[in-house]
């Protein structure tokens, strides 16, 4: 069975400063897709970020970035200039043939 | 597009009350999916619909728990009778399958079920 750990409960970062999230998972699948989801005070899951497996190129958007490791079976997320607009639970996400296996979430502080 | 509706946004209800909350996912969406949200147990995948019909119910957590899509425009998901401890927030989410870009869910804004 597939899993996703996210092994860091709680981050905080300073305003303007750079932040990661970490995100591991197993899979015996070769085929899948990873995500990263913000979900902020008002409780929408909020897409991020998308990464295919088959892609060696990291995916980016806009402030937000990946670190795809899929050897290692590493997925984190790169926040840039972190902004007070960032602060919310961010999911990791595994997609395989059908399922969607999230993560028990970080949450991130924005200090200003 | 109006997205993923559910309804209501919060409800309290009594120990052994029934709740029914409800879902209309995207037009031209045909996989429905109800998830749980605690803080303990974060994200859990309920039950799956594709097409209109259940395809994975194994997250189900028990009897009580009952859902059914009976139009691609509507689903319910029902607890009878409640308990306090499924006080939660319940997300349903839809997309297109096959999702063979995997451009993931789109969600709901959650109901906040408090049973006391």
């Known amino acids: 069975a597939q899993t996703v750990t996210q092994s860091q409960p709680e981050m905080s970062v300073q305003e303007a400063e750079t932040v990661t999230l970490s995100c591991t998972y197993d899979t015996s699948e070769s085929d899948y897709y990873l995500f990263w989801y913000k979900q902020p005070p008002s409780r929408q899951m909020i897409l991020v970020i998308r990464?295919?497996?088959?892609?060696?190129q990291n995916a980016t958007e806009n402030r937000f970035s990946v670190n795809f490791q899929k050897a290692a079976k590493s997925f984190s997320l790169k926040i840039s200039d972190s902004q007070l607009g960032d602060a919310a639970m961010y999911f990791c996400a595994y997609k395989g043939t059908y399922k969607y296996i999230f993560g028990t979430g970080t949450r991130l502080k924005v200090l200003a | 597009d109006a997205g993923v509706i559910q309804s209501p946004r919060h409800e309290v209800t009594e120990m052994g009350q029934e709740v029914t909350l409800r879902c209309k996912p995207i037009?031209?969406?045909?996989?429905l999916f109800w998830y749980r949200q605690t803080m303990m147990r974060g994200l859990e995948l309920l039950i799956y619909?594709?097409?209109?019909?259940?395809i994975d119910d194994s997250g189900m957590p028990e009897d009580r728990f009952s859902a059914k899509m009976p139009n691609a425009s509507f689903s319910t998901l029902k607890i009878q009778p409640s308990e306090p401890r499924d006080s939660a927030v319940y997300f349903c989410?839809?997309?297109?399958?096959?999702?063979?870009w995997g451009y993931g869910y789109t969600f709901g804004s959650g109901t906040r079920l408090t049973v006391v």
């Open positions: 037009s031209g969406h045909n996989s």
């Open positions: 989410a839809s997309s297109r399958l096959p999702d063979l």
């Open positions: 619909f594709n097409n209109n019909v259940p």
């Open positions: 990464q295919e497996a088959y892609k060696q």
